[in-house]
């Protein structure tokens, strides 16, 4: 299983970003999936939560409102949109694929993108 990461880069606050990830191999379908993100100095925190089916997301209550999570299983692909963006979201983000727990914690996860940096200037 491989997850690529893209779609980062470096905007303005209040302005939009859509990162996607690319996942390769079987079955993923079958698996939740998630988007963390890591900011300079700070360990690296949950962002955004999906199910298999995409019919339940989950967010950090930091981007409750602003991100949406979605998926399309036939391209294997997963998105976080991310709208009125703050110079606090500036981070690496992640996405990773969910093996069980809870969301929120790094160690429910088995397999990880190699992140795509956002920067928000103010």
């Known amino acids: 299983v491989q997850l690529q990461a893209s779609g980062g880069g470096l905007v303005q606050a209040g302005g939009s970003l859509r990162l996607s990830c690319a996942a390769s191999?079987?079955?993923?379908?079958?698996?939740?999936m998630g988007w963390f993100r890591q900011a300079p100095g700070k360990g690296r925190e949950f962002a955004a939560a999906i199910t298999y089916n995409g019919d339940s997301t989950y967010y950090a209550d930091s981007v409750k409102g602003r991100f949406t999570i979605s998926r399309d299983n036939a391209k294997k692909m997963v998105y976080l949109q991310m709208n009125t963006l703050k110079p606090e979201d500036t981070a690496v983000y992640y996405c990773?694929?969910?093996?069980?727990?809870?969301?929120?914690?790094?160690?429910?996860?088995?397999?990880w993108g190699q992140g795509t940096l956002v920067t928000v200037s103010s």
């Open positions: 191999g079987r079955a993923f379908s079958h698996y939740d």
């Open positions: 990773a694929r969910f093996t069980g727990g809870r969301y929120f914690a790094v160690r429910s996860y088995d397999y």
